[in-house]
């Protein structure tokens, strides 16, 4: 999985959605999506859900989301978004940031018409 999505990287391929839903998504190979996730202008969507993925894993995609300006779609279900025993701050403080980013993006995009 991890090649693919380098390969994508690499390749500059420009897809507009991304589905990986259950294909078991590591840490290694969520850090090669955020590189995509950065370099890709014409992503609309994204699903990562079912990969059992921690909250410590989602960081590098994060600072990716919070760059990208084309994603519409964000799935993340089925995840361990919150975890009470590892309670991730950094975590927290960029899910929160990430969620009032998009949300002020999407009013901009709504008020320009």
């Not at 690499?10 to 955020?34: D, F, P, S």
């Not at 969620?99 to 002020?104: D, H, M, P, T, V």
Request: net charge negative.
């Amino acid at each position: 999985m991890t090649d693919m999505i380098e390969f994508m990287v690499e390749n500059k391929t420009q897809l507009r959605l991304l589905a990986l839903v259950k294909m078991k998504v590591g840490q290694q190979c969520l850090k090669k999506i955020a590189q995509y996730v950065d370099d890709n202008l014409y992503l609309e969507g994204l699903d990562l859900s079912w990969n059992d993925l921690l909250p410590s894993d989602f960081i590098p995609l994060f600072h990716a989301l919070s760059k990208n300006v084309s994603l519409k779609s964000l799935n993340l279900s089925c995840n361990t978004i919150i975890d009470k025993k590892d309670q991730n701050t950094e975590f927290s403080y960029m899910f929160d940031s990430l969620l009032s980013e998009y949300a002020e993006r999407r009013h901009e995009a709504l008020v320009a018409g």
